[in-house]
Each structure stands twice: as C-alpha cells, then as structure tokens.
C-alpha cells in the first residue's frame, strides 16, 4: 500500500492522525482507539521513504529535516484532504505523525465553539490569545474566527502559520496567508513585515518568543487585531507565561500594556466523552476593568475567581462548562473532575 492510498483509507475511516513509526504497523487514530493501517510493521528504510515523498508532496527541502531533526510541513492531496505532518528523527530513523485536516473551513456548532467566542471576530483592535495543550483544536477555532471575520467584513488579514491548516479564500476579505518558513524566515519577521502590509488583522499561529511577543503586543495596540495561540492551560497561566517571558525589569511595563491591549483569552481541552469521542471544553475570560486591574496589579492567580463569578456573556467557566456536560450525560464524573480547574469544588457539584 502506496503513502497516499494509506492517507485516502485513513480519511475514510474518519482518523484524526496517522503514525508512520518504525517498528510498527502504520496506524491511525480513530475517536482515540489506535488501528492498524498495514498488516506488516514499518521498516526503517520504507519509513524513510514514504516521508521523503511527503517531502515531495509538499514541495519542500528534506534537508530542513536533516538540520534540525524534526519538521512541520503540510500538503495536499485533491479530493481527499489535507495533512499537517511532523517529520522527526528518533532512535537513528526517520517518523512521522500526519494530522488529517478537512479542505471545507469547519462549522463552529459542530466544533462546539460557543456563540461568546465566535463573537471575539467583531473586535477591531487589540489581542485575542486561544490557548490549551497541542492537539486540543487551537487552529480550528482561530480558523473559525478568521472566517467569521472573513465573511462579515471589509478587511486585510494576515495569517503567519507553520504549517498552513486551512486555506481561506477570499470573500469580503482580503486573506494573506504566510507559511514559515516557506515565505518567510520566522514569525518574528513575517510579523514585524505584516506591520507594513496594511492589516486590519493578524493571525500569529503562535507566540514562541520574547521578539515575537513583543512585536505582537506592539501591532495590538497600534490599532490591529491580533490573533494567537499559546500552548497553555488557563487563562491566568497564560499573562503568566507572557509576563514571565520578559526580564525582570520590563515585567511591570509589560503587565500594563497587556492589560490595555488583551481583550480575551479563550481555553480549550478536549475531553473523551461517553460516546467514546471527544469534545471541546471551553473557557473565555473577556478582559473588563476588574481583570485589567489584576493583569497591572500582578493578581493573576485571582482571575479564575472573577471568570468563575462572571456573567454569561462575558466569561465561560471550565469547570461550569464540564457541569453541563455531565449533567448531558456527555461525560463521566470521573472525567469531569480529571479536567477541571477546581477538582475538590466541581466534585462537591457532581451529585
């Protein structure tokens, strides 16, 4: 079987990710339950070779592997679908992980993205963070957004991704999309770039250091609209994990510019439900004069207190979210608990 009749019988069966590691059968994730693709186990030679025709699928120099060791690319295959990999080397061979990723930009209701988040595309200015653990659909809902945005107004927006996920055509909007390092050599510059690109909005794929950080807070309170993710877990984590990005001595500095220019932090996880598949859960924490005030003041580790105590139209609880689905009979208390942000207090709820 050919690499892309494995990636064909793959999307059929309705996978997630493919794994092409040596010394096992190709499998495919399949609402969590791994399955065999190939009969045989995956030899280091024919691994190597069914990632250097990725390579070639994506047009794109093998020798990026070679440097560093790990890769991510993307590529398509026509009426099929398209696929974000991570190339890598492990134990002296050659693996690698495929992500499936539909050609159709994803609906928001069947992703379960609530009406609150998608209605962060009519903001104008300043920052929106989506932040949760890899893998927890981060793309798809700043894609979600992107398109929302797309087509409801007049507008230039910039993407900087690595890889490209979805491609989106141009509607009321003008779409720039930028891959790293394909168009450009990193983020920081695709970044400092867009800046003279005129953009109404950015969408940074993600936030990765001190430069790019900087130069995004920058864009967001120069009057743009900037988008990004970050591999964290709660919003007060995430100012944390910006704050902390900074020296010592610009860190009070920081912590006032955010707290102008943040205007939400939405957190998501996927959690297994009954049905043997899985959901997103999410936070939102929309930046109002009481958060400001704990951002500038450094009382970040009060802020799950004022999500939790929050209105509906502005703030979406984590744990409220996993009480509702429980109360559905969409998830287990033993999962509910495992995900929440207060275990002790969601338990007590759990009756």
Known sequence: MGLV??????????????????????????NNDMIPLTDERLMPDSSKELVDE?????????DLLSKDGDDDFSFAIINVSRFRCNAYRQRGTVAAICRII?????????????????????????????????????????????????STRSAHIVTIEDPIEYLHKHKKSL??????????????????????????????????????????????????????SLHTIGA????DRIIDTFPAEQQTQIRVQLSMVLKAVVSQRLVPTTDGKREAVFELMTVNNAI?????DGRTHQIDNAIYGGTSKDMISMDSELLRLYKAGRITKDIAVAYAVNPDTLSKRLI
């Open 5 to 30: 009749e494995m990636l064909e019988k793959a999307v059929k069966m309705g996978g997630s990710d493919i794994f092409f590691i040596p010394g096992a059968p190709v499998e495919v994730k399949v």
């Open 54 to 62: 990725m390579y070639q699928l994506a047009r794109r120099d093998p």
């Open 102 to 150: 539909n050609f159709e930009m994803p609906d928001p209701e069947e992703r379960h993205i609530p009406p609150q988040v998608m209605e962060l595309a009519k903001l104008r200015n300043g920052m929106v963070l989506v932040t949760g653990p890899a893998g927890s659909g981060k793309s798809t809902t700043l894609a979600c957004i992107v398109d929302r945005i797309n």
């Open 175 to 228: 779409v720039s999309q930028r891959e790293i390092p394909q168009d450009a050599s990193t983020f920081y510059r695709a970044l400092r770039a867009s800046l003279r690109q005129a953009p109404d909005v950015i969408m940074l794929g993600e936030m990765r250091d001190l430069e790019t950080i900087h130069t995004a807070i920058t864009a967001a309170e120069t009057g743009h609209l900037l988008l990004s």
């Open 236 to 239: 007060a984590k995430t100012i």
């Open 292 to 296: 400001q005030n704990l951002i500038r």
